[in-house]
C-alpha cells in the first residue's frame, strides 16, 4: 500500500475515496477545528496536525511530516478562484499553492526524498480567472518541481457521485503516462433518487432508522412560514424565476429552485440548506436538503460522522471532494504507481483500516453494482497478502 499525506483535508472526503482505493491515509493537515474533529473521527489512526493560515510556517510544519509520503493529495482553499469568490489576488489563501509548491521540492531538506506523485484538486473556474494566468502559473510551478502534469476537468456524475460537479485536477507524477480513470457506466451514474429516495421523513432529532441502522443528521432545516409557503409553489424541478409571481422575493437562476428525482442533484454548496442561495429545494417537500441528504449526494457513508454546529458541517460537507470520485482518481493513480515499478511501503496495517461491509458508502453497499464489492474484496485481499508477507 501506499502512503498518502492529505492537504487541507476538511471533513476527509479525499482520504476516505484514497482508503477505499487501497491507500492508507498517514497524515492530515487542516486548520479548521471542527473538520480536524470530523476527521479524527473517521480516520483512526493517523497523526493529524493544525496549523493557522500562517504562510511563514507552512514548509517547516509540512516538511516535518512528509518522511515516507509516497502521495501528496489535495488543493489549497478554492474560495478565491471560484466564481462565486472574490478572486481577489490579494487573498493570502490565493498563494497557499506556493507552499504546497515548498512541500514538493524539499525547500531547506537535502534529503527530503519527495512524493512519487500528487493529486491537485480545485474549482474549475480556476482555468477562466484572469485568463486562466492562474492555472498557467500553478502549472509551470509544478512542473518545475520535477513531475509530469496530467490536466483535466472531470465531472463527479460521471464517477458515480449523484451530482453534479465539476472540478479541475492536476496530477503529477515523476514519471510520465498517467492515464485518468474513465467514466463509468451510463447504468452506474446515479440520480437522486437513488442517494435518497430510500430515506424516511425527517424528524427532531434527525436520527432515523435505514435497514436496521441508526442514521443521523435527517433533520429538516429551519424555514420560515413564509419561505415554507412559497416553496409549495413551485414544482418539481422548477424555478421561483419562471412562475412570474408578483409576490416573489428577487431570485436568480439557480435559486428557489426544486431538484428532480431523475436527475442527479446540482453541486452541493455549503448553502444547501438556503434555497435563496442554491437550488437545494427537496423534489416534493416543501424544504431545503438535510445534512445527510447532503452527505449521500456526495457519496459520503451513512456512519460518517460530522462534527460542529449546523453551519459548520454544512461547510465541511459543501467543501470536500466526493470519496467516489476520488476513489476513481486513487485506483488510476495506484495503477500508474504500480506498472512503474513503484514499490510498496514495509508496515503493518494499523488496526481499523480496512472497510467492513457495514461501514462501506451507500453508494458502494447498497446501490451499486456487485463488481464494486469484488473490487474492494480484492483490496482488502491484498493488503492482507502485504502484511503477511512484510
Same mark, same amino acid.
Given at each position: ?92 489563501? %490565493? ?139 413551485? @414544482? ?11 409576490? %416573489? @422575493? ?50 459520503? @457513508? ?40 513503484? @514499490? ?47
Amino acid at each position: 500500500m501506499y502512503r498518502v499525506i492529505d492537504l487541507f483535508s476538511g471533513a476527509g472526503g479525499f482520504s476516505t475515496g484514497m482508503a477505499m482505493a487501497g491507500f492508507h491515509v498517514r497524515a492530515s493537515v487542516e486548520s479548521d477545528e471542527n473538520a480536524m474533529a470530523t476527521f479524527k473521527a473517521n480516520h483512526p489512526p493517523v497523526d493529524l496536525m493544525a496549523f493557522r493560515w500562517k504562510i511563514e510556517s507552512f514548509p517547516m510544519i509540512m516538511l516535518s511530516f512528509t518522511k515516507g509520503i509516497d502521495v501528496v493529495v489535495g488543493g489549497p482553499p478554492c474560495q478565491p478562484f471560484s466564481d462565486a469568490g472574490l478572486q481577489n489576488p490579494l487573498d493570502e489563501r %490565493a498563494h497557499m499553492f506556493k507552499e504546497y509548491i515548498k512541500l514538493l521540492n524539499g525547500v531547506e531538506r537535502p534529503h527530503f526524498n519527495p512524493p512519487s506523485a500528487f493529486i491537485f484538486e480545485n474549482v474549475e473556474g480556476l482555468t477562466r480567472v484572469r485568463g486562466g494566468e492562474d492555472l498557467r502559473t500553478i502549472h509551470r510551478a509544478l512542473a518545475d518541481c520535477g513531475y509530469h502534469l496530467s490536466t483535466q476537468v472531470l465531472n463527479a456524475h460521471d464517477y458515480g457521485v449523484p451530482q453534479r460537479r465539476r472540478r479541475l485536477i492536476i496530477v503529477g507524477s515523476k514519471y510520465p503516462g498517467f492515464r485518468f480513470p474513465e467514466p463509468v457506466a451510463a447504468n452506474e451514474r446515479r440520480t437522486l433518487r437513488d442517494a435518497i429516495g430510500d430515506l424516511p421523513p425527517t424528524t427532531e432529532t434527525g436520527e432515523i432508522e435505514v435497514d436496521g441502522r441508526i442514521v443521523t443528521g435527517h433533520k429538516a432545516p429551519s424555514h420560515s412560514e413564509n419561505l415554507v409557503n412559497l416553496i409549495a409553489r413551485i @414544482p418539481e424541478g422548477g424555478r421561483l424565476v419562471d412562475l412570474d409571481l408578483p409576490d %416573489a @422575493p428577487r431570485a436568480f437562476a439557480g435559486s428557489y429552485a426544486r431538484l428532480r428525482w431523475d436527475r442527479p442533484s446540482q453541486t452541493i454548496t455549503s448553502s444547501f440548506a438556503k434555497p435563496s442561495s442554491a437550488r437545494c429545494i427537496h423534489p416534493t417537500e416543501n424544504r431545503a436538503l438535510t445534512v445527510r441528504e447532503a452527505a449521500r449526494l456526495q457519496s459520503f @457513508p451513512d456512519d460518517y460522522q460530522f462534527h460542529g454546529g449546523d453551519g459548520s458541517i454544512r461547510l465541511q460537507i459543501g467543501n470536500a471532494v466526493p470519496p467516489l470520485l476520488a476513489m476513481h482518481l486513487g485506483l488510476a493513480l495506484r495503477n500508474h504507481l504500480e506498472e512503474n515499478g513503484v @514499490p510498496f511501503q514495509d508496515y503493518k496495517l494499523p488496526e481499523g483500516r480496512s472497510i467492513p461491509e457495514e461501514k462501506r458508502p451507500w453508494c458502494l453497499t447498497y446501490k451499486q453494482d456487485e463488481k464494486f464489492k469484488e473490487m474492494l474484496a480484492e483490496k482488502a485481499r491484498e493488503a492482507v497478502e502485504l502484511v503477511t508477507d512484510a
